[in-house]
């Protein structure tokens, strides 16, 4: 995210993925625009046209990483981070992992009680160990969620987390469908399983649209109040499947 589709007509037609993303717009410590992790789902850049029915929800794909550890829209943020040798050492470690194409992929599928949401996990090891960990999840109504952990020698150094939704644009038809997408994005610094740095930003707009927007909009301190929960999460996805029981309770908060 992958996460749930909700049909809104009976004939349902074929969707294109809306991205949020676990790695829209500054994802990554330091740059404005992703890259996907070798045998990610991709950044398709265009938003999700709605269906001609207007019978399914953009789906969130984000299943790739940002491209470099940075602020650009902030340059007071990426300023302080450049100042302090932890985070270059954390971009540093991401720009490895993103280097990486030899990565080996493992996925696996989560699904809450009683229909009310459901996603994956996908797991990119190197020799053994995690170096890529995505939590993709879809929630009652048109919710969304993806989270990206980036670790260094079996600890989380980076966390990118969006998450939002959409809605049907209020000139949207079944001739002329339009949904517009509503996403947060929150990027956590970690060092000695402590944050260090957390920034956020906000976009709504066009979901054909919220990548850009994404991308333009600027950086924001954050109280770094969803770390630890992001960080325990972390924890639970180096277990891959075996832990999946724990990773299903956490996601769906039950």
């Known amino acids: 995210m992958t996460v749930l589709i909700k049909t809104r007509s009976a004939i349902a037609l074929a969707l294109p993925l809306l991205v949020l993303g676990c790695g829209r717009g500054d994802l990554a410590p330091g740059s404005s625009s992703p890259t996907a992790p070798a045998g990610s789902a991709g950044d398709g850049g265009a938003r999700p046209a709605a269906t001609a029915t207007m019978s399914a ?22 300023e302080a981070a450049s100042a302090d040798p932890r985070i270059d050492r954390i971009r540093k470690r991401y720009q490895e992992i993103q280097a990486d194409k030899s990565l080996e992929k493992s996925a696996f599928r989560l699904e809450c009680a009683g229909g009310e949401g459901g996603g994956e996990v996908r797991l990119h090891r190197k020799d053994g160990a995690v170096s890529i960990a995505e939590v993709q999840f879809g929630g009652p109504g048109h919710n969304e969620s993806v989270h990206r952990f980036y670790y260094d020698q079996g600890k989380v150094v980076f966390i990118l987390y969006d998450t939002g939704g959409w809605f049907w644009a209020p000139n949207s038809t079944p001739d002329r469908p339009e949904t517009i997408s509503s996403t947060t994005q929150f990027r956590y610094y970690v060092h000695e399983d402590r944050p260090i740095l957390c920034l956020k930003k906000h976009a709504k707009g066009s979901s054909r649209e919220i990548d850009a927007l994404l991308n333009r909009a600027p950086n924001e301190p954050d109280d770094c109040s969803g770390a630890k929960e992001a960080q325990r999460l972390a924890s639970l996805v180096l277990g891959g499947e075996k832990a999946s029981d724990d990773v299903k309770r956490a996601v769906c908060g039950r």
């Open 57 to 78: 929800a953009p789906t969130p794909s984000r299943a790739e990483a940002p491209s470099a550890p940075g602020d650009a829209a902030s340059p007071g943020a990426a």
